[in-house]
């Protein structure tokens, strides 16, 4: 966060004429709002934009000091989302470098949705080095209220995507059938990696032998393949708080209670999912109180979330990444069971949204599988629109499992001498989970998917996951004394993760 306020309050305010006739590489350290003349008022914009973003601010709070001075709200959007994407991506830049030995390789990320710019939609998935050329014209925000990202990624995880060590700038297809060379939206040319400010850093840290402009920001948060380290964070907070948890544990009340302590350590909560279909105020109660802000306006921005209730049924998410399946799933989603009860909103679907099957959601009094399937199906969607989120609870489940080979969830629990439960092609690995099913496997031992591990932690984490019975209450209670690094792991990532 204060990456990003700091590269605001070190951009140099022109007006509107003076900055639309700067080359492209002074435009990215200069700014403007068109419609404000002064440059006292241009400035004072810019500050407040920096101190909202250093506490964490949100636009509602930001632009009621601008629309009483006449200023349209579409303009002000526009204006914000551009300083916060600039800021933001700039302050990624930072990190980006700092890790760059661990993390050699940025993946670009567009949304990928209706609203997706077809030269911005050919660049996902796009690979290079960090220090690649490319990234001097094509590090994102890449025109105003663009929504794309870079993620960066280990060695290891950019080869499992198909990174072949050859980087070769993409195409698209124009709306005349032209194929044609990907450039940024006009004006937008230049990033922040190829700020004059970035330059001057590097050149001192060159002669000094070391990178001390790092110094003045936080510490990043570990990669991925650096799970444990995340975890620690999290075993500092938990056992910061760890007598409120216990007494919470005993009188019944461990979802406020850690809803409490997320609170009390930073965690900005509150952002309400986008939904349609049914008992969407209670699924939106229990998200925006249970997730971090930017996650869940992240998820926002990809799409909405259709809610259909069925109490006999067990959970299901699915989400739709593209137009082509949104196109088919329109057509032909009927045929299938899962898809079925969706149906009547067919002609809705768009690409981003995700299709959520509940339970226990419309009960007159809250009953704690609505919570618990709430949190787990909505992390489903979660890890669609965050797939670095995922990387952490990926690498603890290729940790902490190999070796071992994927085989039905049955046979591992008869070998266990439990009963079987599970459907004969649910198949993972055994590892010591407290809970099977956090060893589920969706995929193979080449291609593992092993999709459950964040759903189950943070239904566990959020939900405290409670007995049927009234002799044990909470779940959480015995995942904590025989398996804890799971909820180290979500609970450090919910402090420090931001997407």
Request: with cysteine; aromatic share 12%; charged share 25%.
């Amino acid at each position: 966060m204060s990456e990003a306020a700091s590269f605001l309050r070190r951009l140099k305010v022109v007006p509107a004429p003076e900055f639309y006739a700067l080359q492209a590489k002074l435009k990215q350290e200069a700014w403007t709002m068109s419609k404000i003349a002064q440059l006292k008022q241009i400035q004072g914009v810019l500050d407040d934009l920096a101190q909202n973003i250093q506490r964490g601010g949100t636009f509602e709070e930001w632009q009621k000091n601008y629309t009483a001075q006449g200023l349209p709200r579409h303009y002000l959007e526009t204006v914000y989302r551009t300083a916060c994407l600039r800021a933001y991506n700039a302050g990624k830049w930072v990190q980006f470098r700092a890790q760059k030995e661990n993390r050699p390789i940025l993946r670009y990320s567009a949304i990928n949705d209706s609203r997706t710019r077809p030269h911005h939609k050919a660049l996902h998935g796009f690979m290079a080095p960090v220090d690649n050329v490319a990234w001097k014209t094509l590090a994102p925000p890449n025109g105003f209220n663009c929504r794309c990202t870079l993620m960066s990624l280990s060695a290891r995880q950019a080869a499992k995507l198909g990174y072949k060590g050859t980087v070769t700038v993409p195409e698209y297809v124009d709306e005349y059938g032209i194929r044609r060379p990907i450039t940024p939206d006009k004006g937008w040319e230049s990033s922040p990696e190829n700020s004059s400010i970035l330059a001057l850093l590097r050149e001192k840290e060159k002669k000094a032998g070391f990178p001390p402009a790092h110094k003045v920001f936080p510490e990043p948060l570990p990669s991925p393949e650096q799970w444990q380290e995340v975890a620690k964070i999290g075993e500092q907070v938990w056992t910061k708080h760890l007598p409120e948890l216990e007494r919470s544990f005993v009188s019944g009340d461990y979802p406020r209670t850690i809803r409490k302590i997320l609170k009390a350590e930073g965690v900005d909560l509150g952002a309400p999912p986008r939904v349609n279909g049914e008992a969407t105020e209670r699924f939106q109660n229990i998200i925006k109180s249970s997730y971090p802000r930017k996650w869940v306006e992240r998820a926002n921005e990809a799409g909405r979330v259709l809610i259909r209730n069925f109490d006999n049924e067990r959970g299901f998410q699915l989400f739709i990444k593209d137009e082509a399946t949104a196109a088919y799933l329109r057509n032909n989603g009927a045929r299938f069971k899962d898809y079925k009860p969706f149906a009547p909103k067919k002609n809705q679907v768009k690409a981003g949204d995700s299709f959520l099957r509940l339970r226990e959601m419309t009960r007159k009094e809250a009953v704690a599988d609505a919570l618990e399937i709430s949190i787990h199906e909505y992390a489903h969607r979660l890890q669609f629109i965050m797939p670095e989120l995922d990387a952490y609870f990926m690498n603890m489940w290729l940790d902490r499992t190999r070796g071992e080979k994927t085989r039905p969830l049955n046979d591992i629990l008869k070998e266990q001498g439990e009963k079987p439960v599970y459907n004969a092609r649910e198949k993972g690995r055994a590892d010591h989970f407290f809970n099977l099913y956090f060893g589920k496997n969706y995929g193979s031992d080449d291609e593992p998917k092993p999709l459950e591990m964040m759903t189950m932690a943070y239904q566990y984490l959020l939900a405290g996951s409670a007995y049927k019975s009234h002799s044990e209450k909470w779940r959480v209670y015995h995942l904590h004394h025989k398996d804890p690094e799971v909820l180290y792991l979500a609970l450090g990532l919910l402090l420090r993760y931001q997407p």
